[in-house]
């Protein structure tokens, strides 16, 4: 009867373990999108910079 009362024990162990496991890779993978946007919106706003500054320089030329 212990063996059994020590195995429920070690699976409920480590079921517990995986879920937090689970949680953790959840965390880790919403900080990792949440940089992506910052990235993509850095990137895209340093594009947009750089067509302006570009037709900015062109339209002088014109001038």
């Known amino acids: 009867m212990q063996e059994v009362e ?3 024990e ?8 995986d879920l ?3 949680r953790e890779k959840r965390l880790q993978w919403e ?6 946007k910052i990235d993509y919106a ?3 706003r340093a594009l947009l910079e ?3 500054k570009a037709w900015r ?7």
């Open 10 to 17: 070690a699976a409920e162990r480590k079921r517990l373990a």
């Open 57 to 63: 320089h062109a339209a002088g030329l014109a001038e």
């Open 31 to 36: 900080a990792a999108m949440q940089q992506a």
């Open 42 to 44: 850095e990137a895209a």
């Open 50 to 52: 750089a067509q302006e």
């Open 6 to 8: 020590l195995r429920g």
């Open 20 to 22: 937090e496991a689970a």
